[in-house]
């Protein structure tokens, strides 16, 4: 049950347009869902976070959009520009002890000009 | 703030050979983590330490062998390398609170022919 299923593999968006990227997951003791950006040839890095007693977290173009009755999460790119072509990660992780994150598969975004 | 750095960057082992991958953070972080990254799963977790001197199995530990002597390095050994454990490494590190920020370092890439 620790899994975190995350669509789509790869995702190719127009400069300007809207990227989307869709995460679930069934372990209900999860109760922090953050959202890791990796360049190519880099680690990840924090991209943002939210918890679940909220519906919604924005942060300059990225939003987070959390359902948690359906356990589902999404990352939306508003305006996705070239410079947001990287891999992302959906994870998730729970209270209690050391911080075991479970990451999402990844994907790949490509934002053609 | 050199934050978390990985020696080396890239290397090429034979079948059977060992090797050590040092990790090393300047941020004072208790927690320490060593994750491989393959195509298409994700980041999976294979040893963390909550502290000086302390290992724990993560989700996929069989291969490796790990240790923290001192705060500030985290050491990731394969004491027989096989070809499965081509991939690329990272490391990171967190404070001790819940659900806080990784940092991750830039990754060994690692093949074993």
């Known amino acids: 049950q620790q899994q975190v299923k995350q669509s789509p593999q790869s995702l190719i968006v127009q400069k300007g347009g809207i990227s989307i990227i869709n995460c679930a997951y069934e372990?209900?003791?999860?109760?922090?869902f953050p959202w890791y950006q990796q360049f190519p040839g880099k680690g990840p890095a924090l991209l943002i976070a939210i918890r679940p007693d909220v519906s919604e977290k924005k942060e300059g173009r990225f939003t987070i959009s959390f359902n948690k009755s359906a356990k589902q999460f999404s990352l939306h790119i508003m305006d996705s520009q070239p410079g947001d072509s990287a891999t992302y990660f959906c994870a998730a992780s729970m209270a209690g002890g050391y911080q075991k994150v479970t990451f999402g598969t990844g994907t790949k975004l490509q934002v053609i000009p | 703030n050199a934050g978390v750095t990985q020696t080396p960057k890239f290397r090429v082992l034979k079948t059977g050979q060992s090797m050590t991958l040092l990790c090393a953070q300047d941020?004072?972080?208790?927690?320490m983590y060593w994750y491989r990254q393959d195509p298409g799963m994700g980041l999976r977790l294979i040893h963390y330490?909550?502290?000086?001197?302390?290992?724990a199995k993560g989700e996929v530990p069989d291969g490796y062998n790990v240790s923290r002597l001192k705060k500030q390095n985290f050491l990731l050994g394969l004491e027989s390398a096989a070809p499965s454990q081509t991939s690329v490494y990272f490391c990171?590190?967190?404070?001790?609170?819940?659900?806080?920020?990784?940092?991750f370092g830039p990754g060994t890439r690692l093949t074993v022919l």
């Open positions: 941020m004072n972080h208790e927690y």
């Open positions: 990171a590190s967190s404070y001790p609170r819940e659900n806080g920020e990784q940092f």
């Open positions: 330490s909550v502290g000086e001197g302390t290992t």
């Open positions: 372990n209900t003791a999860f109760d922090y």
